[in-house]
Nanobody
Framework: QVHPVESGGGSVQAGGSLTLSCEYG?????RGWFRQAPGKEREGVAL???????TYADSVKGRFTISQDKAKRTLSLTMNPLKPEDTATYYC???????????????????????WGQGTQVTVSS
C-alpha cells in the first residue's frame, strides 16, 4: 500500500462529532488532513510533522485534533463540534515534497504531497 486509505466520514448535525481515520502505507515525513468543499480549492486542515509538531488551520483550531499511531501508521482527525461550513470531502495526505517545504516545516498546500487517499465525505447539517 502506498496511497493512504481513509474511513470514518458521515452525516451529522451541527454540534456533533466525527473521527476520521487514515492508514498510510509508507513512513512519511509529513502527514495531514485536507478538505475540499464544492466549488472551492482543497485546503489544509491539520498537519503533523516528523517531530510530532501539529499545526491547524485557523478555522478549526480548538475544535479539531489530529493524532497518530506511528507503529500502526495510522492518522486520526477528531472533529468536535462540527459546523455546517465543515462540510467537505476530507483527504489524508502523506509524504511532503521537499521543494514545497515552508522553511523547515511540512508543506501546507495541495501540491506539496506525494500520496493522497480517495477522500471521505463529511456532511454537517444545521
Amino acid at each position: 500500500q502506498v496511497h493512504p486509505v481513509e474511513s470514518g466520514g458521515g452525516s451529522v448535525q451541527a454540534g456533533g462529532s466525527l473521527t476520521l481515520s487514515c492508514e498510510y502505507g509508507e513512513s512519511a515525513n509529513c502527514r495531514g488532513w485536507f478538505r475540499q468543499a464544492p466549488g472551492k480549492e482543497r485546503e489544509g486542515v491539520a498537519l503533523i510533522e516528523a517531530d510530532a509538531t501539529m499545526t491547524y488551520a485557523d478555522s478549526v483550531k480548538g475544535r479539531f485534533t489530529i493524532s497518530q499511531d506511528k507503529a500502526k501508521r495510522t492518522l486520526s482527525l477528531t472533529m468536535n463540534p462540527l459546523k455546517p461550513e465543515d462540510t467537505a470531502t476530507y483527504y489524508c495526505a502523506a509524504g511532503g515534497r521537499r521543494s514545497f517545504y515552508v522553511g523547515t516545516r511540512c508543506p501546507t498546500a495541495d501540491p506539496g504531497y506525494y500520496y493522497w487517499g480517495q477522500g471521505t465525505q463529511v456532511t454537517v447539517s444545521s
